[in-house]
């Protein structure tokens, strides 16, 4: 209560993680232990200003059994106040939701709960439907800090197990079907619900990130290394220049730890989510209309609706149509903050495309965390990387 936030949930193995510094300190009980920082552990506190890096928000951090490093997104309610369905970059408020509740920490109960400019939603990323159909509401969600990489892969080394992580410095896995991707979310860690990521969590990340307790309304800045490197950064703010990876200026200059690094941090900071700007990446979330589904993410299309996101098909025809058909979804960071289907459209002017009949798969991040792309399931065109979600309660 005193922080304004969901306290975030820690499930068995689950360790917080803070940094001194860029001395990372840890603790499995860290409201009982006497060495650790609460205060450091997190404070979703608005930025006093508009920054490029160095923000002052820390978004909770912590790894699971294999050391994987996840973000916690508490539970919130938003408005667009301006630049709804634009290609200009508008306002995002934030409203942060108390426990598992619709009454926010502004004493707000009212929300409209539907696509357009002004209304407040309770955003989807924080709800689903059992398989019952009764509705479950979470008081947060944990997003992988980094895209997945293999457990045995290295800086300059892919890997070759199909067991995965989320850590910095590791070349960052992609050329997967989404169908394998999505059976690995699953599969991943299923005492804490793992998944692949949604087209309503990634918008639940990029609306918070784009808020006052994030960036402030200054663009995430592109991850440009060649090599894919998890956690790495441009060569300046938002640079399109795209550098290789070099051993002896890497980690200095370019990694996490660095200015530059945490320049593609969601908060500006050691504490963001990283490689969300400028990375490709699957979402479990498609239009049904596609022969190519049921060939390539039979396991996607077959899946259960809590780990998906379904979109109107409008009978599989033109992207421009499907997308206009989209119009009602919310708070996953398509109709809302794009003006048109194909092109510049998205806000900060970054690249969208709609999917269409035969690509059905919805991809994020390619140009920036509001750009979008389509996507086929099919071999020479899995070329998107990936991140997981994890739910505790």
Not at 313 to 335: C, E, K, L, T
């Amino acid at each position: 209560a005193s922080k304004g936030v969901n306290s975030p949930r820690l499930a068995s193995g689950m360790t917080a993680v803070y940094w001194n510094g860029t001395t990372e300190v840890t603790s499995q009980n860290p409201g009982d232990d006497p060495n650790f920082d609460y205060n450091l552990w997190y404070d979703y506190t608005a930025q006093t200003s508009t920054t490029e890096s160095g923000g002052t928000s820390r978004w909770a951090n912590a790894k699971t059994s294999d050391g994987s490093y996840w973000v916690w997104i508490p539970r919130y309610a938003y408005s667009i106040t301006s630049g709804y369905h634009t290609s200009t970059a508008g306002t995002i408020e934030i409203e942060f939701l108390k426990d598992k509740t619709n009454v926010s920490t502004t004493g707000r109960t009212t929300y409209q709960n539907a696509s357009g400019q002004g209304n407040w939603n309770i955003h989807p990323a924080f709800s689903f439907k059992d398989s019952n159909s009764n509705n479950v509401n979470l008081t947060g969600i944990w997003v992988s800090k980094y895209i997945m990489s293999r457990n045995n892969s290295t800086i300059s080394d892919a890997g070759t197990t199909t067991t995965f992580e989320s850590k910095p410095n590791k070349l960052a896995l992609r050329h997967d079907l989404t169908g394998d991707v999505y059976t690995w979310g699953i599969n991943y860690n299923t005492s804490l619900k793992s998944h692949l990521i949604k087209s309503t969590e990634w918008g639940a990340a990029a609306y918070l990130a784009h808020s006052k307790y994030g960036r402030n309304g200054t663009v995430v800045s592109l991850s440009r290394c060649s090599s894919s490197i998890t956690g790495s950064g441009p060569t300046a703010h938002n640079s399109t220049t795209t550098y290789t990876y070099d051993a002896s200026t890497y980690i200095n200059n370019y990694s996490y730890t660095s200015a530059n690094g945490q320049l593609a941090s969601t908060t500006g900071n050691i504490y963001g989510i990283y490689d969300m700007s400028g990375r490709t990446q699957h979402t479990a979330s498609y239009i049904n209309y596609s022969s190519y589904l049921t060939s390539y993410a039979s396991s996607l299309a077959n899946g259960l609706a809590q780990y998906k996101v379904v979109y109107p098909s409008n009978n599989g025809v033109d992207n421009v149509s499907i997308f206009n058909s989209a119009s009602s979804m919310y708070g996953d960071s398509m109709y809302e903050i794009a003006s048109g289907s194909y092109g510049n459209y998205a806000w900060f002017g970054q690249y969208i495309t709609a999917a269409g009949g035969s690509d059905p798969i919805f991809t994020k991040g390619n140009s920036g965390i509001f750009g979008s792309h389509w996507f086929r399931p099919q071999p020479g065109y899995a070329y998107a990387h990936f991140r997981f979600v994890l739910w505790v309660d």
